[in-house]
């Protein structure tokens, strides 16, 4: 029976040309060939008609199960290529998860930034608002209404920045900023705030004012054109002197540490009177004197005073009612004094190698 001999010819043909496909579009092509409508088992099952009746049912079922055996095989391959597929897209893709990563640069806080932060606990621990105001003043806020005369020399170009300067000779011509003309500057204090604050807010005030003020110094180890200052102001009813010895020696200890002790030197702002220079005993001796407090004891930290009654009249505030007291401190001095920085400008070139200590 030669069509049985086809259909055995035909399995092997078939198991070949399925192995054979490597790809999607030959294993098409070969379900075409075998199965299709102009395929083998379509051109055996029509050679069918020459056999005796007899034989039909059997080379019928016989082509069938031919049939049946050569879909297995697709299905066989398509999975096959499907698993193979699958195995070389997870190989391409594999992340090796022992290989070492590149690490992120985790950041954290500027030393000024942290000693500013602290200051701002420090004062808020004891019922204190924290404050700001405008890097870009008026004159008027920066000076005048801190009782600063015009002939002050802190007004000159030479120590302050200028944005707008109304009067080119204001120092030399004073009378030319009566006209109530007011210059606008980079404020070389943040007192400032502390003006905005006492017109905004009425007594009691308890506030401090940290930011960053300009002055056009040259860089040095000490000195920066740019820095950062936390000043202070207490408005109440009975405020004394010695509530501002009391506030200033609870904030040194608090931030130089508990055995500090503090001195007050008489010495003139145009805002406080009276006003003082404070001192903290130095951490390197003890006090006895050596080469880091040029052999004083002492190294000066902050300015402070008694508002002075002419700053609460031009606030609107009743000089005979209220009294106050204000403070200012550098935030880099208190950095260089606590970490023994030789040179301020550190703190602003960005080397991380010296940042990422602190
Ligand atoms: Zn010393």
Redesign the pocket.
């Given at each position: 029976m030669s069509l049985i001999d086809d259909l055995v010819k035909l399995e092997e043909e078939a198991k070949e040309l399925v192995a054979g496909a490597d790809d999607a579009a030959k294993l098409e092509a070969a379900r075409v060939e075998l199965l299709g409508r102009k395929g083998r088992i379509t051109g055996l099952m029509r050679m069918m008609g020459k056999l005796a009746p007899e034989d039909r049912p059997v080379m019928g079922k016989r082509a069938n199960e031919m049939r049946q055996l050569i879909e297995g095989m697709l299905d066989e391959r398509t999975t096959e290529m499907k698993a193979a597929a699958l195995k070389h897209a997870l190989e391409r893709e594999a992340v090796d998860i022992t290989l070492p990563g590149i690490r992120p640069q985790i950041g954290h806080q500027h030393l000024i930034k942290q000693i500013i932060e602290e200051a701002e606990d420090i004062f808020c621990g004891i019922g204190y608002t924290v404050e700001s105001g405008p890097m870009v003043e008026t004159s008027y806020y920066n000076f005048t209404a801190l009782n600063a005369p015009m002939d002050h020399p802190s007004r000159s170009a030479r120590d302050t920045f200028y944005v707008v300067d109304n009067n080119p000779g204001s120092v030399a011509h004073p009378e030319a900023h009566a006209h109530g003309e007011s210059d606008v500057l980079l404020r070389t204090q943040t007192s400032g705030v502390q003006i905005h604050t006492m017109e905004s807010q009425k007594p009691p005030i308890y506030m401090i004012c940290p930011g960053t003020v300009y002055r056009p110094d040259t860089a040095d180890a000490c000195h920066l054109p740019q820095f950062n200052q936390i000043e202070g102001l207490v408005v109440d009813e009975g405020i004394t002197f010695g509530d501002l010895k009391g506030t200033l020696d609870y904030f040194v200890k608090c931030m130089f540490g508990e055995d500090r002790k503090t001195r007050y030197r008489p010495h003139f702002f145009p805002f406080t009177e009276p006003s003082c220079e404070v001192d903290v005993?130095?951490?390197?001796?003890?006090?006895?004197?050596?080469?880091?407090?040029?052999?004083?004891?002492?190294?000066e930290i902050l300015g402070c005073g008694m508002v002075d009654p002419n700053v609460l009249i031009n606030c609107g505030i009743d000089p005979e009612k209220y009294t106050g007291f204000a403070f200012g401190i550098g935030a880099e001095r208190v950095a260089a004094l606590r970490y023994d920085l030789p040179d301020l400008r550190t703190l602003m070139t960005g080397d991380m190698r010296f940042l990422n200590q602190f």
């Open positions: 005993s130095c951490h390197v001796c003890g006090g006895k004197g050596c080469n880091f407090c040029k052999h004083s004891g002492w190294i």
